[in-house]
């Protein structure tokens, strides 16, 4: 059977299985040239095709080359969703997205422990063009209302929170938004689409860091926003004018990337929890946030939610910030450095990177303690990773 000729094959091609999905969907028919590995298209214009729809013209500024085309497909298709965007990065898919949806005057409800990035857009540099905001708790949806006001047009929210792994009521966020006529969006990000998918549980619009697990090897900055078409096409539009487009080198390292998503996710969940139980164990340690252990707050609902508990956690030591950072200092394996998502465990104190910008009594009540350490998984074997914090561990 020859895949070239495959149109009618392609049709009946099995693709139930997001891991099938993520090899096949979206991928060109027929191949171009044969190529089995999507080629680069390193064209900033593409000849005119007749037409006279600006947006009907091929420009890497309008996101609609080929290897644009093929992870649009392919991000809609893992997400059980309408339609798909890549962007220039994380940060470049939430301000295409919010200033889309927003107009001067109109406000937005969000969680309150948001990424650093979007809670400070949202607190500052939003609040100069008129989009104003108002904060709740997630996990405390009798709240929201009073947060209601006429002007306010979107319900935003992350499946999993930084640093502390809280999950929001993510089905009561859907209720409430659509019972308001709300417009609601989730940062996928942390739970990537192996352990949820956002358009099944009602939400518009999912937003994605794809820098972190979709793209997965720490080697590019990328983002994505998937979700309900007509929304995507809007922001699609005011995309090509705010100028956040993703190069087409970075698809293809982003497409590529997201080949392996669901053998690297499951693993990273298999050896985050490996490590939350190792730890949670240990007398040196006197917290340890993983949704996945049952003494974590939001363990039920991150249970019901969610096909896996992700590939990060936090905890913190008895011996406070002198002890962490000794730790961090000890350990061989993961590396110390902000981000996530990547093949290589890497460790970070939040106070002194992402949330180094909030200021520490703020920090404090919302329990992000000076010594509190995040760690996201990578892809090393689970037994040297538990090897490596036993002797840290016993060092400090
Ligand atoms: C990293 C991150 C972002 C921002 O993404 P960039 O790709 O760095 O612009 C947004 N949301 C979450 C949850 C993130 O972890």
Not at 49 to 63: E, F, Q, V
Not at 286 to 313: C, I, Q, T
Not at 332 to 342: R, V
Not at 361 to 389: H, M, Q, Y
């Amino acid at each position: 059977m020859r895949r070239e000729n495959g149109g009618m094959n392609a049709m009946k091609r099995p693709m139930r299985g997001i891991d099938t999905r993520l090899i096949h969907a979206g991928e060109p028919e027929p191949l171009i040239e044969g190529a089995v590995s999507m080629p680069i298209f390193q064209s900033s214009t593409f000849a005119y095709r007749g037409g006279t729809d600006y947006h009907a013209l091929r420009y890497i500024r309008l996101s609609n080359t080929p290897n644009h085309d093929v992870l649009h497909r392919k991000l809609a298709a893992i997400e059980n969703a309408e339609a798909a965007l890549v962007l220039a990065s994380g940060m470049a898919a939430v301000t295409s997205t919010l200033m889309t949806l927003m107009d001067a005057g109109e406000r937005m409800i969000a969680q309150d422990c948001l990424y650093g990035g979007t809670h400070d857009l949202m607190r500052h540099e939003f609040q100069r063009f008129g989009l104003g905001v108002d904060f709740v708790d997630g996990g405390a949806p009798e709240s929201w209302a009073r947060a209601l006001t006429p002007k306010t047009r979107v319900f935003y929210v992350e499946t999993i929170s930084n640093p502390l792994m809280r999950v929001a009521d993510l089905r009561a966020a859907v209720s409430f938004a659509h019972a308001h006529g709300l417009i609601a969006i989730v940062d996928n990000t942390f739970a990537s689409p192996i352990n949820f998918r956002p358009a099944d549980a009602g939400f518009d619009l999912s937003i994605h860091s794809a820098t972190k697990y979709l793209g997965g090897h720490s080697d590019i900055v990328a983002g994505a926003v998937i979700g309900r078409a007509e929304l995507i096409s809007r922001i699609a539009r005011t995309a090509a004018h705010l100028g956040g487009s993703l190069d087409p080198h970075a698809c293809f390292l982003m497409h590529r990337g997201m080949k392996t998503l669901g053998v690297r996710v499951r693993h990273q969940n298999r050896t985050a929890a490996a490590i939350a139980r190792s730890l949670s164990g240990h007398a040196k340690i006197l917290k340890v946030n993983y949704p996945g252990l049952e003494s974590h707050p939001d363990h039920a609902r991150a249970r019901e939610l969610f096909d896996g508990f992700g590939g990060m956690l936090s905890f913190e030591m008895r011996g406070g910030v002198g002890a962490a950072d000794t730790l961090i200092a000890n350990l061989t394996l993961p590396i110390s450095a902000p981000s996530l998502g990547g093949v290589e465990s890497l460790i970070t104190r939040p106070a002194t990177t992402s949330h180094s910008g909030m200021p520490r009594a703020d920090r404090e009540r919302a329990g992000i303690n000076d010594g509190l350490i995040r760690l996201s998984l990578g892809l090393e074997s689970a037994d040297d990773l538990l090897e490596d914090f036993g002797a840290a561990l016993e060092a400090c």
